[in-house]
């Protein structure tokens, strides 16, 4: 309920909670260097502060729903499906999609091969294709649990993975970026291609959980 | 398809054993592969090394990436879960030698 601060309100109930925290509490060393280097560049007019901004805004524009349509795309065109698994970055062009200079790894799921994407260097992610990844993606527990004991992380994140399903987990250290291609869920036979793909969520990309099914 | 395999030491399928070294500085080799054996599972190309990239440099000579494919209890000694489970990872040649080398140590 809105209230003003004078003095009716004395003597009742009030709570204002915790304040979040600021992301940018802290001028630490790098962030003192990003801010040094962009407005030296800005200066010498190498770039202007609309660039950067115009930038930073492409990127959040980013979203998930970018790789759910080339899931949807793969599950109903087999033949699309064959190009997006031998070479994603290039089926992801044919969508319409700027990648850039991603190197896009599309890895199957299959009924008897459950795969996960981690990166336990750091958070490497397919960025230019859906976006900035999940909070929980750059933390040192998964990025650590996922490699030693991926089914329990699984199972905290409510999938159970029958044991005579292998589990591959995908290290993501170098030059490839991974999206996982999910099992098309059952019931979904008569479906076309706008109708699956709200079914692919992040997570299902990253391939900690199943896509939605039909009763989602 | 990405990048140029040709001039790859490893076939797809071969078997290697990760390199430990501790070089000073950016590695993209975890610790927890090193010394273990693996199964050459893709040969992806020839990227700027990106050990040098770190430092500014330009990443030349280019070394050739694969992926490596690991049995999960080969990993963790008490790894539980299906003895099938498997852990795929991108290396650079340079930090693999074929798996019947012995390191010296």
């Known amino acids: ?216 | 398809m990405m990048g140029e395999a040709a001039g790859a030491r490893f076939a797809a399928g071969e078997s290697v054993t990760v390199r430990r070294m501790r070089p000073q500085g950016h590695i993209r080799t975890p610790r927890y592969v090193m010394g273990l054996t693996g199964k050459i599972c893709h040969v992806v190309g020839a990227f700027p090394n990106p050990e040098e990239l770190a430092y500014g440099r330009n990443g030349s000579p280019k070394k050739m990436l694969y992926r490596v494919q690991f049995q999960q209890a080969g990993l963790w000694p008490d790894y539980a879960g299906n003895p099938a489970d498997t852990l795929e990872i991108e290396l650079y040649e340079h930090w693999l030698m074929p798996a019947a080398v012995k390191e010296e140590s």
Request: charged fraction near 25%.
């Open chain 1, 1 to 216: 309920m809105p209230h003003t601060h004078n003095s009716q309100h004395r003597g009742e109930a009030h709570d204002h909670g915790p304040a979040a925290k600021d992301h940018d509490d802290r001028l630490t060393y790098y962030r003192a260097m990003e801010i040094a280097l962009r407005e030296l560049l800005i200066g010498k007019g190498i770039f202007t502060a609309d660039d950067v901004r115009g930038a930073v805004e492409a990127m959040d524009s980013r979203t998930p729903e970018n790789g759910a349509r080339l899931v949807a795309r793969a599950w109903t065109d087999p033949a699309f499906k064959a190009r997006l698994l031998a070479d994603g970055s290039a089926a992801a062009r044919e969508l319409g999609f700027e990648v850039g200079t991603l190197k896009l790894m599309v890895i199957e799921n299959t009924p008897k091969v459950h795969n996960l994407v981690v990166c336990t260097l750091c958070s490497c992610y397919p960025r230019m294709l859906i976006g900035l990844p999940p909070a929980w993606y750059k933390s040192a527990a998964y990025r650590s649990r996922a490699v030693r004991e991926p089914r329990a992380v699984l199972r905290e994140f409510g999938t159970i993975v029958p044991e005579s399903v292998e589990v591959r987990v995908h290290d993501s250290t170098a030059d490839l970026r991974y999206m996982i291609l999910p099992v098309r869920p059952a019931g979904t036979a008569g479906w076309n291609e706008e109708q699956l793909v709200p079914l692919v969520t992040r997570d299902s990309l990253i391939g900690v959980t199943a896509p939605l099914n039909t009763a989602s």
